[in-house]
Structures are given as C-alpha cells and as structure tokens.
C-alpha cells in the first residue's frame, strides 16, 4: 500500500518555502523515493518561478454561460484547440455552431473533433487510471487509428519527423514502451493519493504530458491523449472548475514554442534530459 510521502520524515527531510505570501508549500525529498519515473529535481525552482498569482487565477474560474447540461463550451475549446494543433482544419465558432445548434457541416470537417470531445466528456466524469485511459484513446483515435490499435500500445519503432522528412525525435522502443507506461500509471496513482499544493499538482500534470509525449506509446492520438491527460490530473486533482483551464489554446497559439520546448530534452528517448523541462513546465500556469 502507498503511504503518502509526507510519513516518516525527519525534519531534515523537510524544505520549506513561501510563495504569494500566504501559502506555505512543503516538499519532501522521499517524493523521489516514490516516484518510477517523474522527476522531482526541477520542483524547488518550478516553484520559485511559477506565478504568485496561480491560486487566485484558479479560483477565478468560471463556465462559459453559453455551457448547458448538454454542451460543454470549454470542452469543445479543448477538442478544437488539441485538433489544429496536429493540424485539422477546423474553426472554434464553426464547431460551437455544429455542437450546440445542430448546423451539419461534411463529416470530415467534424468527426475527428468529435471523437476528442467524447473523450474529453468520458474523462471527466471517470477516474484518471490505466482502463480509463485507454477508453479514452479508443474514443479519440476512432476515426485515426485502426480499430484494433485504439487503446493499444504500439509494437512497432515509432519516429517523429518534419514536414522535409527530417527526424526530429525517436520515441521509447517498442520492448520498452508497457514497461515505462507501467512505471508512469503508477506515479500517476502515486501523485493522485497524495496531497499536493496547486503549485505541485500544475508542475506534475505538466510532466506527465511531457513524459506520456516522449513515450509516446500510442500508434497515432499522442499528443492529444497526453493533453488530456494534463487536463485529467489538474481535474482530478482541482475539481471540476481545472476543466475551464484553456491550456490546449495556449499551447495551439504558442504552437512553435510548445515544440521547442518539447525537443529541448533531446533526441531520443533514451538520452533524455529532464533538467531542460522547465520552459515547457512554466507554459501551463500561462493559460490561466
């Protein structure tokens, strides 16, 4: 059984800081005793450099009063934003018009946003774990991949390239990629027992998106799952209002500087260096 992190410490195990005047943030060094995968060694200056602010942002947020019971505003920003960035042609207003009034459009237009819609609406009413996640993906990629490769990992070498064919990263191999899943579900239970600031919670929601991108253990659908899946521990961990947070917007609108940040690790999975994670961290808080 897991046993939060905070148990059995001394007080040299302890760091404390203060951030925005008021909240007093500890982290503990058994965290990286905890944790298979994510890192930990970025957290101190994360958290010097992450907005004061962040709390306060947070609990400004609101649903848009175009939301019903029937239809998400901020989910379909969600879908629309995740879907131009790996590049559909697909407009915010045209997909609202489509999703709350009906208005038909060619299904090529829309199926695809769709698809991450639902997937998006099956997250938040269900618990962030592995069978979940790969529901998700079958939601997601129905229209991408296969039907027998949705939710499924990949066995095949999987390279990301450039629109001139360059290779741009070489993702986990194939004999690696259940064993690395396996290791980041089980931070991802870790992280979800245990009590964490809004400050920490914002840090590991964006390593496991970074993480989950570098695995990339999926045939097709990565980087919308691991956006998602972003959005997923920041609700499950928030509550609901985390679901208002824009950030597949910002990452679109900063689209060039959200990959930037994704290459500065390295080229390949193997030789990747987490201490150059902190420009993509630090994007996250920018959303709200």
Known sequence: MFLPYYCNLTKTDTINKKHSGTVLI???????????????NLLEVY???????????FD??????????TFSFYTSVSSVFSSKIEGEDIELDSYV??????????????KKIDDLYNAYSFAKNNELNPKNISKAHKLLSKHIVAKNWQGKFRTHNMYVSTADGRIEYVAASPYEV???MMKLYGDIAVLLETKLSIEEVFFFASLIHLIFVKIHPWNDGNGRTARLLEKWFLGQKLGHQAWFIQSEKMYYNQHHTYYKNIRLLGLEYIELDYSQALPFMLMLPTAL
């Open 26 to 40: 500890t982290y503990y060094l058994a965290m990286k005793d905890q944790l298979q995968l994510i890192p930990t």
């Open 47 to 57: 958290l010097a450099q992450v907005p004061k602010t962040l709390q306060a942002s």
């Open 60 to 69: 400004a947020l609101e649903d848009a009063e175009i939301s019903t019971d």
């Open 97 to 110: 018009k489509h999703k709350k009034f009906g208005i038909e459009y060619l299904p090529d237009y829309t």
């Open 178 to 180: 259940e064993s690395e």
